[in-house]
């Protein structure tokens, strides 16, 4: 295998490293741990070069950390490439997957489900025209399209035309998906869940094991626990809860940790 | 400017902060987890993940010192102001210093997120 040219700063990449067959893994960690300080463009094109060549000498499926860590994966065909794109985020634009959400006349908020049971259902809105369900005061809400960043430490996720929606995350070193900003911006109540499963689908971010949620400080949330509400119920639980649930994932015990700078909540999935 | 420790950026992350430029027309957004205002010319692309928090840090105390915000009583806000007081005497540039006073607008829409009932749904 040859090595390839990096956008001509292949040079300092340890490439020169694996030109005189050192170990292999320990060369590829050495690529990997360079790229990654590399602006966005480089990495990409190098965790794709450290896939494939991966892919190619090792007998076990390998994949790329956004630290540059080298580790071993478990696939079904050996999708690398798949693996070391959910590892280092994505950039670009990324269309919702298309879900059913109806607005009301009045406050900027979508029918929650027992709302829509009350109009018939989810099957039977759905199943109406603009025209019919305008005659009803309702309206069909889509997502809008979402624009996907990331960089050597965070995975971010905006609205074009909503500058204060956002998400952003970054992935631990052990690999936890740690979740640190979610704001809705202009879009209605009852889609920050939404917006965050499909931010977490438009990265390829699936978590496993468990999410962080990093140093909360919200004014209701730290009061609630404090007086016992369990964590699964705060607002921020719930929310998070119903994101998770829109992947397929069930949240099984929330723990807290306490710090002088807010909450840490860590749910653990199945 | 103090010894290492005192510094609150350093190195690539301390490089990231003061190339940023202040652009006084962008307009702010709400943070809902921590329940601030900040502005997207004060994040750099590319920042540590302690360089965050760092930041996460400023963006509390600007908020506390400056713009009014009560953090719930288990907090301190000397915790987060003591990270703006070294910010200061490292002298950085961060735009984020230029909007200690905020706009009619921006108050307004400070105080709208504070009372929404649900931030995060």
Redesign the interface.
């Known amino acids: 295998m040859t090595v390839e040219n990096l956008g001509g700063l292949a040079v300092g990449f340890g490439a020169d490293r694996l030109a005189k067959s050192v170990k292999i893994t320990e060369a590829l960690e050495t690529l990997g741990t360079e790229a990654s300080a590399m602006g966005s463009g480089v990495r990409e094109k190098a965790s794709k070069l450290i896939s494939r060549m991966a892919d190619e000498l090792m007998p076990q499926s390998m994949g790329v950390t956004p630290d540059g860590r080298l580790i071993p994966i478990k696939t079904d065909a050996g999708k690398i490439d798949d693996f070391a794109a959910k590892m280092v985020g994505r950039s670009g634009e990324y269309v919702p997957e298309h879900k059913p959400m109806f607005l009301a006349p009045g406050p900027n908020k979508v029918l929650s489900k027992r709302e829509m049971e009350a109009f018939g259902g989810l099957k039977k809105l759905e199943a109406m025209s603009d025209g019919e369900l305008a005659s009803i005061g309702l309206r069909r809400y889509e997502m809008s399209k979402l624009r996907l960043?990331s960089?050597?430490?965070?995975l971010q996720a905006k609205v074009p035309g909503d500058?204060?929606a956002?998400f952003r995350a970054?992935v631990?070193k052990d690999g936890t998906l740690?979740l640190?900003?979610?704001?809705?911006?202009a879009m209605p109540?009852?889609?920050?869940?939404y917006f965050l499963a499909e931010a977490l689908k438009a990265h390829n971010l699936k978590p496993t094991g468990k999410i962080f949620?990093?140093?909360?400080?919200?004014?209701e949330t730290?009061?609630a626990l404090?007086a016992g509400v369990s964590p699964e119920h705060t607002?921020?639980g719930?929310?998070?809860t119903?994101g998770l649930k829109e992947l397929g994932l069930t949240p099984t015990a929330f723990k807290l940790v306490?710090t002088?700078?807010?909450i840490d909540i860590i749910i653990e999935l199945r | 400017m103090g010894t290492d420790t005192d510094l609150v950026f350093k190195g690539k992350d301390l490089d990231l902060i003061q190339s940023l430029v202040y652009e006084p027309s962008l307009e702010p957004m709400y943070c809902s987890f921590r329940m601030y205002l900040h502005w997207p010319d004060e994040l750099p692309s590319g920042i540590s993940t302690e360089g965050y928090e760092s930041l996460c840090d400023l963006w509390t105390a600007r908020a506390c010192r400056y713009h009014g915000l009560t953090l719930p009583e288990s907090l301190n806000p000397a915790t987060f102001t003591r990270v703006w007081d070294r910010a200061i005497a490292q002298g950085l540039l961060w735009p984020g210093f230029q909007r200690l006073e905020l706009g009619e607008a921006d108050k307004k829409y400070f105080l709208e997120m504070l009372k929404q009932e649900n931030p995060f749904d």
Do not use: M, Q, Y
Request: glycine share 10%.
């Open positions: 960043e960089d050597e430490f965070s500058h204060r956002w970054s631990s740690v640190t900003d979610l704001s809705k911006g109540d009852g889609t920050g869940a949620l990093k140093n909360i400080r919200e004014k730290l009061p404090a607002k921020i719930r929310c998070v119903k306490e002088d700078r807010g």
